[in-house]
């Protein structure tokens, strides 16, 4: 087996360690023996979405997001139909903001690729501190850092946890990030992966059962460093019985 891996525009987009995502895809494939392939995409290479099967799409400032948007809007259709399809992908907070109809800066309006359905608008006060989600898909909380100045309106879309602790999509502590088809669209740097290898795990498992069309139990790795890491700021900055009495709840 063996999957491609598609950074795109790695020199605008790579905000508080984003690139770090795609080492964490490429190690955790290598150590279950699957080959994987990574192709870094800059301001005017062509991009065939044929042959992908994970997009990286990291964060970048408002400047660096309004060049990135004009190089999407040229791969606008087959980047929507590469998603609609069940591509798989990972949009980190500049990212995210870029998968949707609209990011109204301070000073003007970014055109998204709407391939989301939700809208970003700027307010004076920037969003910082760790974060905590409850989310749905896993079994453990999901970690990381947020850094916005955006509030972004996510509709009917589905969020991809609660706010535990932290401000996340709008500032007001509920909801943060968005999942969509095999999409997750999140606010959440760090780098997110290396804190959280069940978010990782998912997101392979989604890529290798679209490209091979059958159901895969990837196999199991260490992951005590790694969950001590996520551990760490679930005890640091959660109500870390609340949390789990969630989870109880939820999946018994």
Known sequence: MKLNIAHLYPDLLNLYGDRGN????????????????VTQYLQGDLIDFSGIDIV??????????????????????SFKKYVEDGGVVLAVCGGYQLLGNYYMTKTSKIEGLGILDIYTEWKPKRLIRNIVLNSDL?????????????????????????????????????????????????????????????????????????????DISLKPLDDSKEMAANSYIVDRYSDKKNIFKEFIKRHT
Do not use: M
């Open 22 to 37: 795609i080492q964490c895809f490429k190690k955790r494939l290598e150590w279950r023996g699957i080959d994987v392939n």
């Open 56 to 77: 990286l799409l990291g964060g970048g400032s408002d400047r660096e997001q309004e060049i990135v948007c004009k190089e999407l809007l040229k791969i606008k259709d």
């Open 138 to 214: 896993f079994e453990t909380p999901v970690v990381g850092f947020e850094n916005h100045g955006g509030r972004t309106y996510i509709g009917k879309h589905k969020p991809l946890g609660k706010v535990f602790f932290g401000l996340g999509n709008t500032g007001k502590g509920d909801y943060e990030g968005v999942v969509y088809k095999n999409v997750i669209a999140t606010y959440l740097h760090g780098p997110l992966l290396p804190k959280n290898p069940q978010v990782c795990d998912y997101l392979l498992t989604k890529a290798l059962e679209r490209k091979y069309k059958t």
